[in-house]
């Protein structure tokens, strides 16, 4: 079956300093990938997405890059702020299901 | 305003109660899910539907029941609700069509069993 692992946290960082969480994925056929964040005391929003090899997701500065090769989908950011802090979810959407497939996400707190 | 709402954001309720959350969208989106989010566990799948009156079974539907008689809302059910049931509940819809639809996420409803 389709599965996503994903750099388990926390993640502490600075304010301005570079961002990498890895996410992995297994699955047949060609998945769509996204990214979500979930802020405190919210549901998950939609951060990004990408369904096809070598496409680039990217929202508010944050960017992810399809890699079928290495079945990655691993999120970055050049410099983090404060308002970051929050729990990111890699996710995948098997070829043919409209199901999901989270990984267990990531607590990231930036601090100033 | 359109989206997808949770009612009530917050419960308290015995073991052994039955108790009722409610997710209704304004899209009409054909698709809904429930899921309930746990510490270590991330987000597992309760139950879905691919239409009204079309539910199916999750990764984790046991103690758990849902209908959908119309196509804006689904409700989750737990019959008899136990401590384990304690946790965060997260409705989402998406569209019909393409694999990369996204979902889209209801605030949650944290229901706390005592």
């Known amino acids: 079956g389709n599965s996503v692992t994903q750099m388990e946290g926390p993640v502490t960082l600075s304010e301005e300093a570079f961002l990498t969480i890895n996410c992995t994925y297994t699955?047949?056929?060609?998945?769509?990938l996204f990214w979500y964040v979930q802020y405190p005391g919210e549901g998950l929003q939609l951060l990004l997405k990408a369904t096809k090899a070598d496409d680039k997701g990217s929202n508010k500065g944050f960017e992810a890059t399809y890699r079928k090769e290495t079945t990655s989908f691993h999120l970055e950011k050049g410099s983090v702020q404060v308002s970051d802090s929050a729990v990111y979810f890699c996710?995948?959407?098997?070829?043919?299901?409209?199901?999901?497939?989270f990984g267990k996400g990531t607590k990231l707190s930036v601090i100033p | 305003d359109a989206g997808i709402t949770q009612s009530p954001r917050y419960k308290i309720t015995e073991t052994g109660r039955q108790v009722t959350l409610m997710c209704h969208q304004t899209w009409s989106h054909s698709y809904m899910f429930w899921y309930r989010q746990d510490l270590g566990h991330g987000l597992r799948l309760i139950y879905y539907?691919?239409?009204?009156?079309?539910?199916d079974k999750g990764e984790v539907p046991d103690g758990y029941v849902v209908s959908r008689s119309k196509t804006e809302n689904f409700p989750l059910t737990l019959e008899s609700a136990t401590r384990s049931q304690t946790s965060v509940y997260f409705c989402a819809s998406r569209q019909r069509g393409q694999d990369n639809q996204p979902q889209h996420f209801g605030d949650g409803t944290r229901l706390s069993i005592l």
């Open positions: 699955a047949t056929g060609y998945p769509s």
């Open positions: 539907s691919a239409a009204a009156d079309i539910t």
């Open positions: 996710a995948l959407s098997g070829a043919g299901s409209y199901q999901l497939t």
